[in-house]
Structure formats: structure tokens, C-alpha cells
């Protein structure tokens, strides 16, 4: 099995650490440091982990909650397993057939 690193993002936290309870509060910030996000990105920036993360934004976030990435961040190992790439030597076996019946409604 192959490890597969997460990170776990804590910027909720760290917003509730300022009295920031809404995400919409974030958004006046970020603007006066020249990040311009919509209420819907932000929305998605506070309550799920970013898959993309603009170091514009990162600086921004750090400014406004006076803290430093590795608040905000933290390196995980995830514990699942990872799909192999085609060609490795593990071989997918098929899902198995299954019987289906066909039935035509009562023409009554």
C-alpha cells in the first residue's frame, strides 16, 4: 500500500479564535488586501479543504487571523489505500453478472 498524504485545514478555527463566526466576514479583509473573492468562494475556502490555494490568498489569510501557514495547515498521512496505475501487476477482477427481468406492463 502506498501512503497518501492530506492536510487538514484549520482556518475555520482560527477565524473563530478572532470572533469571526461567519464566513462573510472574511471577505471585506481579503478585499482590502487586494484578494478578490466572491461570498461563494469564500464559503468553500472556510468549510472544505482547498484543493488549490493562491499564496496571494495564504498571505492574506495569515495577515488578517495574525498567524503563520503552519496554523492554518497541517501535513497528515491519510489512511487509505491508493489505486494502482494501469499496468501494475494487481488484476481487477469484474463485478459479477447479474440477472435482470424484464417486465411489460398489463395492457388491460
Excluded at 501494475?88 to 388491460?108: F, G, H, K, L, N
Aim: hydrophobic share 35%.
Amino acid at each position: 500500500m502506498t501512503r497518501k498524504m492530506g492536510i487538514r485545514w484549520h482556518l475555520r478555527l482560527r477565524m473563530a479564535e478572532k470572533g469571526m463566526f461567519q464566513t462573510s466576514d472574511l471577505v471585506p479583509f481579503l478585499a482590502e488586501r487586494g484578494v478578490h473573492l466572491s461570498r461563494e468562494q469564500v464559503y468553500r475556502m472556510v468549510t472544505q479543504v482547498p484543493q488549490r490555494l493562491s499564496t496571494d490568498t495564504l498571505a492574506a489569510l495569515c495577515d488578517i487571523l495574525g498567524c503563520q501557514p503552519n496554523d492554518l495547515i497541517e501535513v497528515e498521512v491519510v489512511s487509505q489505500q491508493v489505486r494502482k496505475a494501469a499496468g501494475e501487476s494487481s488484476r481487477v477482477t469484474p463485478p459479477p453478472a447479474r440477472r435482470s427481468t424484464i417486465r411489460r406492463p398489463d395492457s388491460s
